[in-house]
């Protein structure tokens, strides 16, 4: 998702029952995984809502295809500075 201009606002992992061998994780909608947290977690789920959720974002200053990191913040956020990508994430 380092590629995408515009990537979804959450991303949930979950695993019920691991795999034996091998395995996979799947993507689904964020809203799907809330109604089930509410659900199956209601308190945890509720510390969510009333504590929020961090992400921290690594970024290279350039775009190297070679890299893991891929896409610049530069290019993510259409800028070419830090203050205007600082702007960028304060306004979002």
């Known amino acids: 998702m ?13 695993c019920e029952t691991p795999a034996e061998s091998g395995g996979a994780t ?7 995984a809330a109604a089930f947290l509410m659900d ?3 308190d945890f789920a509720k510390d ?3 504590e929020g959720v961090r992400y ?9 295809a070679s890299s893991a990191l891929g896409r ?10 830090r203050e205007d990508a600082e702007i960028f994430l304060q306004s979002s």
């Open 40 to 42: 199956e977690w209601p």
């Open 56 to 64: 921290h974002r690594a970024m290279p200053e350039n775009t190297d």
């Open 72 to 81: 610049s913040w530069k290019s993510t956020f259409n800028v070419s500075n």
């Open 26 to 32: 799947p993507i689904v909608l964020s809203d799907a």
């Open 2 to 14: 380092a590629q995408t201009p515009n990537p979804p606002a959450y991303v949930l992992f979950y």
């Open 48 to 50: 969510l809502m009333r």
